[in-house]
């Protein structure tokens, strides 16, 4: 009980709250402009966060991709363009919805629907996790390893349309991080004799290229013709919802649920999430027929879906060290940053933090509604931001935040050229989720696996001497092996 | 900027190999079969197999071009604006130490602005606002070591 007083006393102290409050209007604000994403906004967050506390921190991040989630919906209501990958799912909808005269009724969907998946992933959450963190407090380095190869496994499988290009992203990432001392041998790698290199790529500034130069550069290049502000006057947001809620609330389960779940297996996040969810609206709604002509059944599942799916990611990423999307992928740098290593540890040598965790998730989606509320009335104003003044700036704020983490301007020469590698991989279908993913997770990879090796004297029968290693590693093989198998099956039976 | 996925193929192959003969010179741990070049080796091979299998693909793939660079390159703007974001970048690394950050940093932003079309007004004006509004929380209030440059004789 004790812990639980901690963690309040951690979130409500003054310096805290501002920063939620902060980085609730900055969330906001990126969510709602197109061709800025959440993952964004959490790698243009890191470099301040790097100087505060860890709550305080890991508050800026939860609350602000939390708002940005939901703002994403607004442009696409307002624009036909969604603020954030993940309103892409049903931008068309919500469109549809607004020509219809109803976007009153979307956006209110999309805020109170965001905020019940939104706190429904936090329940989840909170009730998993440590579940999960006794459970993993008994693992060795033989299931450490298959945990691992099966959240890499998971990332191609999920991620990509040609699971061949998900796996070369994959070691691009693996390959990085291979670069510089940190392997189990202490022997320098492919540093060229360079003294940068052998401390590693930064993973950092990486974030910020991945996420945010990519970005800058697709706006650049950008061909598409200006967007037109559909004009109609907004009123009350929340008229009808409790009749949505009552009429739709299986929906709002199943979005919710199916949102966690994608959220926490790794690599996969709210976009995925959303994806998913309004396939499956369609495929199980009683009317079909009228999705994608400003039907607000498949905004309610997906929205939820997509804002539980943060909260999803934050359980392995905390229990395991594995992230469950983009943006714990850079959670996680951060935690090791401010020294709360992520793994089973963290609740039981420092639960106040772990409470401290959860509070802010509950938080971020109570303060939502309000938040959320005023930021569609003032909707117009934010879309007007030029985005030719906003884009210089936020290039200018990458390139100073990249040299603040450790000083050196090389840091913003990795994070140019992962910029420019996301852009060309992105463009030409290699998924970059899977290439993060393996940057974060190669050297628990090949620690994990030297470590085994040794114990195990070098067999390699040892990975499944365990009963649960055992299981994670047949999982991980049949995650390998059987979907080529099932399709080849489907084939010989459909000829 | 569509690549053919051979000319992916290639890359891969050749970095795979070229890092397959590479990590061969690795020393081994005494007593220890898994020494550093282990892991980059089976990466090194995993890129090796999956650039022949890209190769493959790619030339099958009939009339897919081997390079299609996108709609933006028959608009000069747009090719200038993508030149003035990876050049301006590339200036700052260069320059900011030797020039300071407070004379390189409205320099790219007001290049910036102006390829991306903002008024010569508006864009000087916030070129400025934004540089010291950038220096000043970084530099006063984080206290990142932002280069003074030439400007250093005033340095406070």
Known sequence: MDAIAQGFALVFNLQTMLVIAGASLFGLFVGAVPGLTATMATALLVPVTFFMPPIPAVAAI???????????????????????PASAAYTDESYAMTRKGQAELALGAGLVFSAIGGLFGTAVLIVSAPVLAEFALKFSSFEYFWLVLLGLTCAIVITAERPLKGFVSLLIGLA????????????????????????????????????????????????????????????????GMGGLAVKYWRQILRGSA???????????????????????????????????????EGIIESGSANNS????????????????????????GVLYMKNMNPGPTLFTQNPQNIYAVYILFILANIIMIPLGWWCIKVAKQILRV????????????????????????????????????????EENGFPVAPAILGVVLGTMLEENFVTSMIKAEGSFLAFFGRPVAATLGVLTLAAWFLPPVIRRLRRTAGA | MKINDAIFGVLFAVL??????????????????????????????GFLVCGIVLIVSGVRQRGEPWFALGDWMGMPRLVLALLAVVGGVVFYILLAERLGFLVVAPVV??????????????????????????????YKLLRVPLPWGVLTPWAF
């Open chain 2, 16 to 45: 795979g190999a070229v890092v397959l003969y590479h990590v061969q010179a690795f020393p081994k741990i005494p007593g220890q079969q898994y020494g550093p070049g282990l892991f980059p080796g089976v990466i090194a091979f």
């Open chain 2, 109 to 138: 932003l007001l290049v910036w602005f102006r390829v991306f079309g903002v008024r010569w007004m508006t864009a000087v004006v916030t070129a400025l606002v934004t540089s010291l509004v950038i220096w000043y929380v970084f």
């Open chain 1, 309 to 332: 799916a943060l909260a999803g990611a934050w359980i392995p990423a905390l229990v395991f060290g594995i992230p469950g999307d983009s943006i714990t992928a850079i959670v996680i």
């Open chain 1, 386 to 425: 030029p985005r030719n003044v906003l884009m210089p700036v936020i290039l200018l704020f990458c390139i100073v935040g990249s040299f603040a983490i450790n000083n050196t301007a090389f840091d913003i020469t990795v994070m140019l050229i992962a910029g420019v590698v996301a852009y060309v991989m």
């Open chain 1, 176 to 239: 990085i991080s291979s670069i510089g001392l940190g392997n189990p041998a202490g022997f320098p790698r492919f540093t060229f004799g360079s003294t940068e290199l052998t401390g590693g790529i930064g993973l950092i500034p990486m974030m910020i290229g991945m996420f945010a130069i990519s970005e800058i550069i697709r706006y650049a290049v950008d061909t598409s013709p200006p967007l037109k502000i559909v004009d109609q006057p907004i009123h009350n947001v929340f008229k």
């Open chain 1, 258 to 296: 199916l949102g966690t779940l994608i959220g926490a297996l790794p690599g996969a996040g709210a976009d995925i999430a959303a994806w998913m969810s309004y396939a499956i609206s369609k495929k199980m709604s009683k009317e079909p027929e009228k999705f994608g002509t400003g039907h607000v």
């Open chain 1, 62 to 84: 939860v609350t602000a991709t939390a708002m940005a989630i939901f703002s994403g919906d607004i442009p696409g209501c307002l624009l036909r363009m969604p603020g954030t």
